[in-house]
Nanobody, 115 residues
Framework: QVQLVESGGGLVQPGGSLRLSCATS????????MGWYRQAPGKQRELVAS???????NYADSVKGRFTISRDNAKNTVYLQMNSLKPEDTAVYYC?????????WGQGTQVTVSS
């Protein structure tokens, strides 16, 4: 059973920073792609950033230049560094992991950007 455990969410003021972590219960190289999605109240879940085991990273236009996704294979962990946060970044952030036949989700972590 694959488990993805997110951490690092919280309340931050506009312009602030947070780093989200997603620890996997299995070898991270099992997954072809890992990513972060978010869902704001009343909105659909959307892709924030993704990082393949090989290849280039991908970002939503709304976070380009502010967010950075990275992975530490030795720690089986994926990170999302979020800088210059805006109120519209407020959402539940979910970790996602994919193989060729399966998709896995974490339980989500709340990020609230407010003064």
């Amino acid at each position: 059973q694959v488990q993805l455990v997110e951490s690092g969410g919280g309340l931050v003021q506009p312009g602030g920073s947070l780093r989200l972590s997603c620890a996997t219960s299995t070898n991270i190289l099992t997954f072809s792609t890992m990513g972060w999605y978010r869902q704001a109240p009343g909105k659909q879940r959307e892709l924030v950033a993704s990082i393949p085991s090989r290849g280039i990273t991908n970002y939503a236009d709304s976070v380009k230049g502010r967010f950075t996704i990275s992975r530490d294979n030795a720690k089986n962990t994926v990170y999302l560094q979020m800088n210059s946060l805006k109120p519209e970044d407020t959402a539940v952030y979910y970790c996602n992991a994919r193989t060729t036949i399966s998709t896995f989700w974490g339980q989500g972590t709340q990020v609230t950007v407010s003064s």
